[in-house]
């Protein structure tokens, strides 16, 4: 069943058309990526969404209230982490997420049951009598998703939620947030630049200027790419390549001296080349596509000028989530 649904969606700000006739669903109980660069229109969406902007034109729908007409019903279903932070950091952690619950009419028997739970959950309870202001970056994220959570939303919007965060905060509150779905029975809506990142969601939409270019699962994207790229040195390549070729009717190039080709399925291939070639193979490696070549492939544009590849703790992290992503 789809929690979201957004129809023909146009956001203008005079000459500036920031969406333009976007439609999407997002799935109940999923992890919903939306990419973009800078400006593409990512946070103007989220806006809509959140009942804090009107659309131009287009309809916004959650849990089948419409955004426009029927604020108050989608404020309630909805928690949000904005791009930009929003604790009030004179206050506790704790203070912060009690001025939630008195904003969101949480009964007063309820409130501090779901903000023990929340700070637990994020791994913040022992650090919830201190200000604010002593938090690092990421504990103050790991904050706002915990505020997120406190009125029980079915959806939970978060804006470029690990943006300006080192590798290990990352990672860490992905910890958190691919539980979410699962273990606080919400929906996520998440943005991100990092590309990595968007490898946990169980659905992707890429926005470019203000339209969503392409769509999909993070392999069904990537598969239009091209597939997976395997490099081979072998005691000679001369001989090698034609081999290759000839017995696996795959097209093979050559390039400083490695051979390359592309396939489907890496991993299956490489053992045959292996067992099969009379050359000696040197040296073997696997290249997959990943979303950043996605968005390469479709705009002829990086998504982000600054190198954001990931490190081990951040590869290791949606790695696993992944695995028990696949089991499921
Ligand atoms: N209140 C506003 N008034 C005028 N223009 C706006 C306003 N809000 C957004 N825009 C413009 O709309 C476009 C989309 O902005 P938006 O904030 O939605 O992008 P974004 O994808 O969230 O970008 P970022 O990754 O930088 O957060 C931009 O050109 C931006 O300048
Ligand atoms: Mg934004």
């Not at 916004?60 to 019903?73: Q, V």
Request: hydrophobic content about 35%; glycine content about 6%.
């Amino acid at each position: 069943m789809s929690i979201i649904k957004v129809e023909n969606l146009s956001k203008d700000f005079g000459s500036i058309s920031a969406v333009k006739n976007v439609s999407f669903e997002v799935e109940e109980g999923t992890i919903f990526g939306f990419l973009g660069p800078n400006g593409a229109g990512k946070t103007t969406t989220i806006n809509i969404l959140c009942t804090l902007l009107s659309p131009t034109s287009g309809k916004a729908f959650i849990s089948g209230h419409n955004c426009k007409d029927e604020p108050s019903s989608v404020r309630k279903s909805i928690g949000v982490v904005f791009q930009d932070t929003t604790l009030d950091k004179d206050l506790t952690a704790y203070e912060n997420l009690l001025f939630h619950a008195y904003l969101y009419n949480v009964k007063r028997s309820d409130r501090k049951a779901r903000i023990h739970d929340a700070l637990h959950f994020l791994d913040l309870y022992d650090r919830k009598n201190d200000l604010v202001k002593t938090f690092s970056g990421g504990m103050k994220r790991r904050l706002e998703v915990a505020r997120g959570l406190i009125h029980k939303p079915r959806v939970l919007f978060l804006d470029e939620p690990t943006l300006g965060l080192d590798p290990q905060s990352r990672a860490h509150l992905w910890e958190f947030i691919v539980k979410l779905p699962e273990m606080h029975n919400v929906t996520i809506f998440m943005t991100t630049h990092y590309m990595e990142e968007a490898e946990v969601c169980n659905k992707i939409a890429i926005i470019d200027n203000g339209e969503i270019i392409t769509r999909g699962t993070p392999t069904e994207l990537k598969k239009t790419v091209g597939g997976d790229v395997i490099y081979i040195k072998t005691s000679d390549n001369m001989k090698a390549g034609p081999e290759i070729e000839k017995l696996f009717n795959i097209t093979v190039n050559d390039k400083n001296g490695e051979l390359y080709l592309t396939v489907p399925k890496g991993d299956a291939l490489i053992p045959e080349i292996i067992r099969t070639i009379g050359e000696k193979v040197l040296s073997v490696r696997l290249q997959r596509p990943t979303l950043n070549d996605v968005f390469l492939k479709i705009t002829g544009k990086q998504i982000r000028e600054e190198n954001v590849s990931s490190n081990d703790t951040m590869k290791n992290a949606v790695r696993s989530y992944r695995k028990k992503f696949d089991r499921n």
